[in-house]
């Protein structure tokens, strides 16, 4: 069983900035945040390879938001900068086999609860 677990949600006003964690099974594959808003479709955020880093960002996020691994192992980030009001949402973190720009559309194999951000305006 997959063992997925996010945190670091909250609510900031725009032009703020917060840092998602996410720690999850061991394993060498894909990682990825995925969001999705009241009345709205889930959307892939970003998502990280294990094996190179390489990472992958939706058209919305790009340059304000940042995916990385952290220093303990199966540790993972989303640095989110320049916070917009369409970013409130609630954010899952995912695993699966790989990450690219097509994966972010796909659902992934593995999901975690899920945590609230919320930027007022």
């Known amino acids: 069983q997959e063992h997925i677990e996010e945190s670091g949600g909250g609510e900031v006003q725009t032009g703020g900035s917060l840092r998602l964690s996410c720690v999850t099974s061991p394993g060498n594959y894909a990682t990825g945040w995925f969001r999705q808003a009241p009345g709205k479709e889930r959307e892939g955020v970003a998502c990280i390879n294990r094996g190179d880093g390489s990472t992958y960002y939706a058209d919305s996020v790009k340059g304000r938001f940042t995916m990385s691994r952290g220093n303990v192992e199966n540790t993972f980030y989303l640095q989110m900068n320049s916070l917009k009001p369409e970013d409130t949402a609630i954010y899952y973190c995912?695993?699966?086999?790989?990450?690219?720009?097509?994966?972010?559309?796909?659902?992934?194999?593995?999901w975690g609860e899920g945590t609230q951000v919320t930027v007022s305006s």
């Open positions: 995912a695993t699966d086999l790989v990450c690219d720009d097509h994966a972010l559309t796909l659902t992934w194999n593995y």
